[in-house]
């Protein structure tokens, strides 16, 4: 059988940002070339970053991205590496808006396409040809599909190439793979991470392989965009469904491993498939040297294989996406440090965690923002935690800038605790356009869901670490990072006593969440139906908790829309976060 040496990056573009984006597809190329790969292939949109959302419908960022392909496969072969394929993703257009049947907006310009560089220039391009419309992806609005699959003929083998979506869906481009009898089912994704998304992509990734007849090989960009993050995980499969080589999560990694696929034949190809002769094939040099992150690899009778990476625990993948969404979106954006108040308490505590690890503690500033009702326990368990950490810490006592306005507009009860939240807003965004740091809001998915937090008060902020992470979760996590520090011979940055003490907002004497709300193990179980699974009222009752109790908690989730609407985004993890995923109605009358 013919053997490939395919190359597959991990790479981590900003979108807009074409020349950083290209430079990292250079920096991959350079490698794969050094280590004698056949074809190169980078993550869905590696060009320009995905999602692009409506700068699909800009006719200028279009013709810049295409200038821009172009360049790219000049520079290739400027610099020696024009023999090598490399097979980018990147939206082309302005096309002019054409509606084919139900598949897409009559509005759309542009497609989201697969271009192969080869000796300077583009050689072959694909269309996706479905686009997703459901959770994050609204990819139906702004592009056309495509309706033609491509198979590249390289050493010997047919390999087809197909785009993300095009993988899930029956029938369409995947339908013709095994028609077209390719050796090789090469995929380009731009998949966002959520929880427990590996119980579901990598068996449909050995589905395929073995329902086409071919090794498959799953390329995914890395890193964060916005409140989306991308874990790599790149994969490839052979015909049987077995793993052969994968990457890590949440790096940007360099995938270099020997396949052995089928010859390619002259097979009578179907209708809508077009195939491409490209030139080369046969690995030649097998240096390992170059700039590009590579886990180790071996070479035997298989060729070349990665050593394999060993897929981390639930909380591990976890914590890294929440790590990974925070530093790029700080990066990014060109914050240099973050700062965040320190209540003493676990959430607070978990993001500073977060945000050390993103950003490095010399770059997190806590301010600890006591009031009189602030316990002893508070103060300490702040002090404790910057200490552990090593961020840079300062108290500012709020009583005397509280006492004025309370005075003034004679406020109490729930107006006077939500004043003490709101004169820590001020502090901490005066700290902010002072120094220029981001403010990170520490509210939790549960607090978020059932509005418990002071608008323009603790809700306030930039980003939001854990906004798309349980109560229950955030204790988890807490609890994993300090064992995960201690494994490690290291401090766990985490105060025990943060963990293991009831939560509250400490706005009045004595006050705990539990007051006003049910205990979490309760609360998170009855959000998980009804905001995750989409329940209706009936139906989470049916499911065993009491009904005063459920409609209790309901209401509060839907009059809090208007407060999620304001929010800061964070990292979506699960499955269906608030923002993208969810989006309903302010204006609402529940009718069960």
């Not at 459901?134 to 190439?161: K, M, N, S, T």
């Not at 190809?269 to 590579?294: K, Q």
């Not at 180790?296 to 909380?315: K, M, Q």
């Not at 530093?327 to 973050?338: P, T």
Request: net charge negative; proline share 6%.
């Amino acid at each position: 059988m013919p053997r490939l040496r395919l190359a597959l990056a991990q790479s981590n573009p900003l979108v807009g940002d074409l020349a950083g984006n290209a430079e990292q597809i250079v920096t991959a190329a350079r490698a794969a070339a050094q280590q004698g790969a056949d074809l190169l292939a980078l993550g869905e949109m590696a060009l320009t970053g995905y999602p692009i959302e409506d700068l699909a419908s800009r006719p200028s960022f279009l013709i810049d991205a295409g200038a821009a392909v172009t360049a790219l496969a000049a520079r290739l072969e400027a610099e020696g590496l024009g023999a090598l394929p490399v097979v980018v993703g990147h939206p082309d257009g302005p096309h002019e808006p054409r509606l084919l049947g139900t598949s897409n907006a009559p509005t759309a310009i542009a497609q989201n396409c697969a271009s192969v560089l080869q000796h300077g220039r583009v050689v072959a391009r694909y269309a996706k040809h479905h686009l997703p419309n459901y959770g994050v992806f609204d990819e139906y609005r702004i592009f056309i599909p495509g309706d033609e699959l491509l198979v590249l003929r390289l050493g010997g083998v047919d390999v087809a190439l197909i785009i993300c979506e095009d993988l899930w869906r029956d029938g369409g481009p995947v339908g013709r793979v095994l028609e077209s009898d390719a050796g090789v089912l090469l995929v380009i994704n731009a998949s966002p991470f959520e929880r427990d998304k590996d119980e579901v992509r990598l068996p449909l990734v050995t589905r395929r392989a073995r329902e086409t007849s071919t090794v498959v090989a799953y390329v995914n960009i890395v890193g964060g965009q916005d409140d989306l993050v991308f874990d790599g995980d790149s994969v490839v499969v052979d015909e049987r469904g077995a793993i052969v080589a994968r990457a890590p999560q949440f790096v940007e990694h360099l995938l270099v491993v020997d396949v052995d696929a089928a010859e390619a034949a002259d097979t009578e190809l179907p209708p809508n498939v077009r195939r491409v002769e490209l030139a080369g094939g046969g690995h030649g040099s097998t240096r390992t040297e170059s700039g590009f992150a590579a886990a180790g690899t071996s070479e035997g009778s298989l060729g070349l294989r990665p050593i394999a990476v060993p897929a981390p625990d639930d909380r591990e993948q976890l914590w890294n996406a929440l790590v990974t969404g925070t530093r790029d979106y700080v990066r990014k954006n060109g914050f240099r440090s973050v700062i965040l108040g320190l209540s003493g308490g676990i959430d607070s505590a978990v993001c500073a965690a977060i945000a050390a690890d993103a950003v490095g503690a010399e770059n997190v500033y806590g301010v600890s923002m006591p009031s009189r009702y602030s316990s002893d326990h508070s103060r300490s368990d702040a002090d404790d935690l910057a200490d552990r950490i090593g961020l840079n810490y300062s108290v500012e006592a709020i009583a005397e800038l509280v006492q004025p306005v309370e005075t003034q507009l004679a406020l109490d009860g729930v107006a006077a605790e939500n004043l003490q939240a709101r004169i820590r807003a001020i502090i901490l965004m005066g700290l902010s356009n002072m120094h220029g740091h981001l403010v990170l809001t520490t509210g939790n998915k549960t607090e978020l869901s059932v509005g418990y937090s002071t608008i323009y008060g603790d809700s306030v902020g930039g980003f939001a670490p854990i906004k798309d992470v349980p109560k229950l979760l955030v204790w988890e996590l807490a609890r994993w990072r300090n064992e995960h520090a201690i494994a490690r011979g290291k401090t766990p940055p985490i105060p025990e006593n943060s963990i293991a003490k009831p939560p509250s907002a400490e706005l009045r004497p004595g006050q705990v969440d539990q007051d006003t709300l049910p205990p979490y193990e309760v609360l998170d179980a009855i959000l998980e139906a009804y905001v995750d699974r989409e329940l209706g009222r009936d139906d989470v009752v049916a499911l065993g908790f009491e009904a005063e109790t459920v409609d209790f908690v309901t209401r509060l989730v839907d009059r809090s829309e208007w407060k999620r609407r304001q929010g800061a985004i964070g990292p979506k993890i699960s499955g269906m976060a608030f923002g993208r995923d969810r989006r309903m109605p302010i204006t609402y009358r529940p009718t069960r």
